[in-house]
């Protein structure tokens, strides 16, 4: 075989090798996926596959993988190995935990891992993340002031021997919380998958003969580097600063980041952001990487598979006690409401130094729970989903009401008011609403729900970009902020209510940041936006200067 | 009917229109091609039926039925060629086509493209009226304004059809059908879709995209049927005519020109029920449907005879083929995976400096590189010249030559030199990324399905099929691959292989606890009926169609169904034995023990299907061009140098026409027909069965 690159494979095989890593990868998270039981892990794909060599770095991870789990599974695999070292894995050893500092930064995440024997050698492991409907303490949400009472939390154990759950630890989990049949279905799924996952990945290697993964694991990981240095190589070497503030749930807190770019390699730290709190917002540090790494991904090969070497030239930290790298016994359950600031963080800082790669603030999603009674008497639990406009970008628009970086779909109004009982009065675009720019912010929404279920509801949010809008880049401005009112009266956006029956919850959802002097704008997509209702002729005039 | 024992089946592709002319008394099928006429596809379909018909001697008087597929409706909407098209709403719900799922398909990629509603902003209006999930009419229906704004409409921006689309219109109607009388009455010329008539469905901006698709493509479908309906007369044509769904029945005009959203994949499923007519003859439990022609590839499964169907498709992807990227469709169909990988998929360089081929295609214009029309690209077809697999003075059946120094410059150019590979090693590669395309998105498909592809059978066909189809079983480990005999018009014979069908389904939350066997009758009798209807329309009783119920159940607080057949044993004895069927299912879904939670159905689903056609096995296919039956001894015709992977290997080629059954072929060979091309890959063997289907074994590993 020719040797071109830095390894022994040439264009064509480690083509097709890489790309069959990442097929398997995908597979298993299809099986995952089929079997499992709650639909966080079937709709919301709240989940992650990973393949790892015998020396621990990431080869494949399932394509569909949320940022949350880039970069965090062989971390998770170290520990674990510490623990239970491989010269003491058996065939059908599974090795789980979900301790929030070792997995993924809360306890709803359980990681479990696999190692792939062949024949009676170890050459990998497989490893599976996916969020658990429920795993005890105050359930989902960010109402805790200590970790203990976030439930139960499983320091790294063999989990299943031969294939076969600990029947001590189904108890003890099924003991521990509130749906034990689905939290155990989907138990069931993740060792289901790493079962099959493991001789797929022996198969490939038969018929491609190879003794061991580590060669086209070092292929990998050396394309994947040379890849990313070239790319920040476009980035002008120099030091690249951000400070913003976010809403807390007691106040604001000053987030801050530096980014230095060097020779094809960037350090990212996060020294001077706000320390942590008694809520359930505090990021373990595992959380502020991989949110770190995913920005640096969009900003430089989006369609770069992600592995060990892909992340190479990067360096994260964050001082020890901050928000960002919170400690025990901080509560961590909501984690994503101040991690998801991350990206945007980073992507402000390089605003000058990567000006078409980087975008404006996203107006963010917003999650509501909603407690009640439906009409009929049946017991309500859920969660609505409503997304602000996405952040504009040098060349393109933001999306009206999609989502950034978290996502989710919506519940359509017709599904949500057969769960619910309740009546959605409104939902509609708000016009003016994405930030003005030569390239405009997405446009945020206007929800209206009204409790028809004759019954009290209780709804609690945790919203952000109420005081702090969402801000445009590079002379474009911040896309409107996000409100919430109840019968009319703005309130408190991380607050919880109790809505008599009749009483209306309206959100209007914060629209994007946009990009570029509005004056710089193309008359044809003002018009355009004022054809489609995303633009008033009044807001042309005052955003734009633009009169027709 | 003694007269009349022909029967037509006529399918519109992308190049050919193909047609397949079936003597029922002599079990004996015609098949013929025709060049596709874009401008107007009608002129091909008449000019080539009256060609076979001539060649074949019939006289038209004898043919009893033309069943016909096209894509036509998925043309328009990709192609955005359909009528301008107003929309009217609910009030206060005008942006929900813009707001669509509100969720990205990929994370990173932050240039995202979204497709466009079909219906922009400026030609909708919002109606007053509401109806909740129940039913219940919380505000009455202003019809006054409804007609105001439909006049709107047609003076301001000229809508020749118009989709109403009303909130929980699945649950109640009335206020749908309402709008439509007064539409039908006061702008007769307007062509209406209610949401609810085609599709009655929970979740608004699915149920009206879909009714949106329907409307904006029914003038142009009912123009084009009138077209064939007038052309056929003047023929003197007697015979019924029948157009083919996305789902593999047959509907009558009058209804395919209601729903022609239910007519998007017609041409393509007419090939997947060929290959599950060739499973069932040759008795094959698992089979995958494999076609590769142009600029994509399709796949399907099936299980026991029968194809997977889905009702949830996705229409006109904007961005790269990727899932998410298109327009929703709620109708049945079957379940096909379309891959950006075909004849004029482009060989590129990835951003890691690897190789990789499609979705991007060099399309028919100026096409791959050897077509010698000016395309520089590297493309799937340029690579399969290159490795000996076709013959560039055969290509079409000699219909076409192709320039190999053109193919090789540009894989030379392109490829090769920048990658540090050989042309041919580049070209190899080529051949060899776009089978593990092929084959990666196989597996995916059959595992999220749960089906177990690796004792299956793959039947292969369209104009590349049959040459990557032996690689790809290969990858996937599968044991045979089978080239069927009139493989070149798949899709023209599996439309004598379809029965009259159609299915109607409706979402209506009802706990079973709620109900009993006499209120469960109350909700599927009236569905039934209503499926029925095009049946009847086409003079079958009630004897002679056979009922199928599926039910998309789930337990109370889950938020997905698990769709349970309920077996034909009386409708009162399926109630009774609701929760044993869908344990049954769930615990062989999840492999936990079922619930105690109570169970609810949400969407109920009524199939119906006319007499099974008279297309069985053991037919003979004549008319093919080149056809010499009985010629075995001139099969051989010569030999190409050909490379598969390694080695320069001098591998003979066959014409197909000339083989007889009982003849073994060891690989590596060619076997060559007009349209495409078998390669029989080195170290397997293929037999010639009694049908003259080509069967190929491969060795694999258990």
Redesign the interface.
Known sequence: MSSTGPSAFDAVSLSIMWDRMVAIADEIVSTLVRTSFSTIVRDSYDLSVVILDTKGRLMAQGTYAVPVFIGTAPRTLRYMLEKFPPETLRPGDIIATNDPWIGTGHMFDISMMRPIFKGDRLVGYTMSITHLPDIGGLGFGAAAREIYHEGLRLPICRFAKDGVMDPFLEELIRTNVRVPEQTIGDLVANIACNEVGGPMVTAFMEEYGLESLEPLSDAIGAHSERAMRAKLEEIADGRYENHIQIEGTDGPIPMACSVEIKGGEAVIDFAGTGGCVPRGINVPFCYTNAMSLYAMKCLTIPALPNNSGAVTPITVSAPKGCLLNAQPPFPTGGRHAIGHFVPGLIFGALAEAAPDKIQADCGMMDLMTVQGTHRDGRGISTIYFASGGFGALQGGDGGDCVPGPSNMAVVPVEVWETITGTTIEKKAIVPDSGGPGAWRGGAGQEVVIRNDTGHPMTIFCMANRTEFPPLGYLGGKPGARRVHRLNGAEVDAKGSYVLAPGDRIEMVEAGGGGIGEPRDRDPAMIERDLALGRVTPEGAARDYGYRR | MSDQRYRIGVDIGGTFTDFALFDEAAAEIAIHKQLTTPDDPSRAVLEGVSAMLRDNGVAIGDVASLAHGTTLVTNALIERKGAVTGMLVTR?????P??A????Y???????S?PEPLV???RRREITERV??DGNV?EALDLQSAEAAVRDLVETSGIQALAICL??A?ANPAHEQAIEAMVREKFPDLHVSTSADVHAG?????RWTTASMNAYTQPLFDRYLSRIEEGLAELGFAGTLYIMTSSGGMLLPETARRYPVRMLESGPAAGVLMSAFHGRALDLDNVLSFDLGGTTAKGALVRGGEPLKTDQMEVARVHDFKRGSGLPARVPSVDMIEIGAGGGSIAW????????VGPKSAGADPGPACYGQGGEKASLTDANLMLGFLDPAFFLGGAMSLDKPAAERAITQSVAEP????AM??A??IH??AN?DVA?AF??HA????FDYRQATMIAFGGSGPLQAMAIAAKL?IPRVIFPIGAGVMSAMGLLASPLSFEQARTR?TFIEDIDAAGFEEILVPLIEIAKRPLHAAGLDDAEIDTRIRLDMRY?G???EIEVTVPGIGLAQAFANLPAFFAEKYTG????AP?DEPLEIVTWKAEVEGPAPPLRAGYSVTGAPGASPGAGAGALKGSRTCYFGGEATETPVYDRYGLVAGTVIQGPALIEERESTCVITPGHRATVDDALNIVAALEV?S
């Open positions: 206060n719900f005008l942006d929900v813009d707001m799922r509100e969720q990205r990929d994370l990173f990629d932050l240039r995202l979204f922009p902003r400026d909740e999930f919380a909130l929980h699945y929970l979740g608004e901006w699915e360089i990835d951003e890691r400096g690897l190789l990789k990658l540090g590979l050989s090693r580049a190899w590669g060899d990324i593990e990666r597996r995916i595992s999220e399905r749960g480990n939350r109370f889950q938020g997905h879904l999840f492999g936990v619930l590993s």
